[in-house]
């Protein structure tokens, strides 16, 4: 229907917005500590104490692959990622702060994206 084109458009239109989103996280000079997944055998501890890890390498193969069914599904990812780094890190350490800087990046470059009504 002319309805179910127009929504799948939408659907397009969202998903493009989330890949050039997590393009600019990665650029972002504080993304260093969430390209890749949390290295456990650095950090032994981490796999008991984050339950469920996530790292923009991980949102990047999931936007390919299609495994988000919609912008809240991948937000929820986003804001994972950061509240596992608030869970581990101080803020005041570099990871901290990195995290704090680069979540205040990503939810301004989601309102760009979608500005709340
Ligand atoms: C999200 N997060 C990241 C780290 C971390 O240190 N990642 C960077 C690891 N090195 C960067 C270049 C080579 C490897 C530690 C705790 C944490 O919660």
């Not at 796999?47 to 912008?71: A, G, H, Q, T």
């Not at 101080?90 to 704090?100: F, Q």
Request: glycine residues 2%.
């Amino acid at each position: 229907s002319k309805k179910e084109r127009a929504n799948k458009k939408k659907e397009q239109r969202d998903l493009q917005a989330c890949k050039s989103i997590v393009q600019e996280l990665e650029g972002h000079e504080d993304a260093w500590p969430f390209l890749l997944p949390v290295n456990t055998r650095q950090f032994p501890t981490y796999k008991k104490i984050i339950k469920k890890p996530m790292d923009l390498s991980v949102i990047k193969k999931k936007l390919e692959d299609n495994l988000y069914k919609s912008r809240e599904d991948y937000c929820e990812d986003l804001r994972l990622m950061f509240n596992n780094c608030e869970t581990f890190n101080e803020d005041d350490s570099p990871v901290g702060k990195a995290g704090h800087n680069l979540r205040s990046f990503f939810e301004t470059k989601w309102n760009e994206h979608f500005p709340p009504t």
